[in-house]
């Protein structure tokens, strides 16, 4: 049985950091594109990031290019999303998902994703 597990979030002041960590059981991450999404209230999932399941592209989304860093650690089987300066519109629950490869690229689809975390709170307070 598969189950995804983030960590890390949390409160924290507008321009400060996180740092969300996700571990699997049951499943590689190496084998599969890892991905970042948030939902915030009143709004539709996003997809923020992602990486390859070879771990050489990695994708984000305008609003975190340059504040947000996605890597994984395989010998760990873990993910991480360094966040930096955060700011009040990144809160929102955050999920780890793996899904579908393709190849030396990834996508943020969530419909690509089958394997979802529960989630885990980021507030950033202005």
């Known amino acids: 049985q598969v189950q995804v597990v983030e960590s890390g979030g949390g409160l924290v002041q507008a321009g400060g950091s996180l740092r969300l960590s996700c571990t699997a059981s049951?499943?590689?991450?190496?084998?599969?594109?890892m991905g970042w999404f948030r939902q915030a209230p009143g709004k539709e999932r996003e997809g923020i990031s992602c990486?390859?399941?070879?771990?050489?592209?990695?994708y984000y989304v305008d609003s975190v290019k340059g504040r947000f860093t996605i890597s994984q650690d395989r010998a760990k089987n873990t993910l991480y999303l360094q966040m930096n300066s955060l700011k009040p519109e990144d809160t929102a629950i955050y999920y780890c998902?793996?899904?579908?490869?393709?190849?030396?690229?990834?996508?943020?689809?969530?419909?690509?994703?089958?394997?979802w975390g529960q989630g885990t709170q980021v507030t950033v307070s202005s």
């Open positions: 998902a793996a899904g579908l490869t393709f190849g030396g690229s990834c996508y943020t689809r969530p419909a690509d994703f089958s394997y």
């Open positions: 990486i390859s399941w070879g771990g050489s592209y990695t």
């Open positions: 049951g499943l590689t991450f190496a084998d599969y594109t």
